[in-house]
């Protein structure tokens, strides 16, 4: 079993707030002790235009975390791909990528938000034939010499992309949920990235179904990692009484895909209610939290039920401090990881 930190968010919310700045910096040091403990990739996470400050760059921050750290891997969970224009995106990848000596791994989404797509001026509609064409764009550009394209959003003739990252190519991850999504992950031959909402009989769901899929592309499912982010919180305390202190932070991520209409309750039914009581069970039932023992019990139950081999805790969610989560990410190092195998 790999371990890894984030996705960070790097948001303040309005409960707890935070300057912006102190959290970059944070993020920077959690990612360092990080390293030191063993844990095998860091994950960012992005949207745009909302009042918390939620991460919009991306590559330029995993770039950072590259200049910061020598071994862990970076990740983007996920990268909103038909917001960009895909030719940049291939350049500030591969520079990320040298930066940090081979070490990123592009995760790509789609987008959903309206407003993220207006804000950018790029109709909602677009966004799935601007994802393949900038999944091939972004192949061709990483590979050697020039290459032209000619698509419907998208035209280049006889450019060279320039510098060429040390992957070749970078690995791509996709985050997806839905079957169309899911699908293009297992033809272009990805991992399927799954955040950090859905309880276990969703997120088998999605694993079986990519697996499935995997196969009728001739592929083999064992050959791709199997990432599941869930929120994480390790303390001396039960459970139960860390959650009545936390539930706030805890629930703040499922409040906010519920109010974007992208948070599923126990069946797979969309919530749209970010004041839904129900979110509150959901929220608690997909995190990882309470003693060291509490939490191994909490992980052998995810193994039991899921193909995972990658699981990715989110110490430092909205609203926990950044002692909280360096304390929480030390005893998960010392006394749970040890146990995971």
């Known amino acids: 079993m790999k371990f890894g930190i984030g996705y960070y968010s790097l948001q303040s919310p309005p409960h707890n707030p935070s300057p912006q700045q102190k959290l970059y910096a944070e993020m920077l040091e959690e990612i360092s002790v990080a390293e030191e403990l063993g844990f ?42 038909p917001l960009h224009d895909p030719i940049r995106i291939a350049e500030d990848a591969a520079v990320a990528d040298l930066i940090s000596g081979g070490r990123l791994i592009l995760g790509l989404g789609l987008g959903y938000r309206r407003e ?36 419907r959003y998208h035209k280049y003739e006889n450019v060279n992309v320039t510098p060429k990252p040390v992957q070749k190519p970078i690995p791509i ?32 769901y999605l694993f079986d179904m990519h697996s499935s899929l995997l196969k009728e592309y001739g592929r083999n499912p064992s050959d791709f990692e199997k990432p599941l982010v869930r929120e994480a919180y390790i303390s001396d305390e039960k459970s139960h009484v860390i959650w009545e202190k936390i ?14 209409g992208t948070m599923v309750d126990r069946q797979g039914n969309l919530l749209s209610d970010p004041n839904d009581p129900i979110l509150y069970d959901l929220a608690k039932e997909q995190s990882i939290i309470g003693t060291p023992e509490e939490c191994i019990e909490t992980i052998s139950r995810y193994k039991e039920a899921l193909p995972i081999d990658n699981l990715i805790c989110r110490f430092n969610f909205p609203g926990i401090s950044h002692d909280e989560a360096m304390r929480s990410m030390r005893l998960f190092a010392e006394k749970v990881m040890p146990h995971v195998e």
């Open 173 to 204: 991850w996709i985050g997806a949920f839905t079957e169309p999504a899911i699908r293009r992950a297992a033809r272009i031959g990805a991992p399927l990235y799954v955040p950090a909402i859905g309880i276990i009989p969703i997120v088998k």
């Open 116 to 151: 993220e797509f207006e804000g950018f001026g790029v109709s909602l509609k677009e966004r799935k034939g601007r994802m393949e064409e900038g999944l091939e764009i972004l192949q061709k550009s990483w590979a050697d010499g020039p290459f032209s394209f000619k698509g």
């Open 247 to 260: 539930k706030e932070h805890g629930t703040y991520t499922a409040k906010g895909y519920a109010s974007w």
């Open 40 to 81: 095998d990739s860091a994950w960012l996470t992005e949207h745009h235009f909302l009042n918390d400050g939620y991460c919009p760059s991306l590559l330029l921050t995993a770039a950072a975390i590259g200049a910061r750290t020598k071994k862990i891997r970076i990740g983007t969970g996920v990268l909103l791909l």
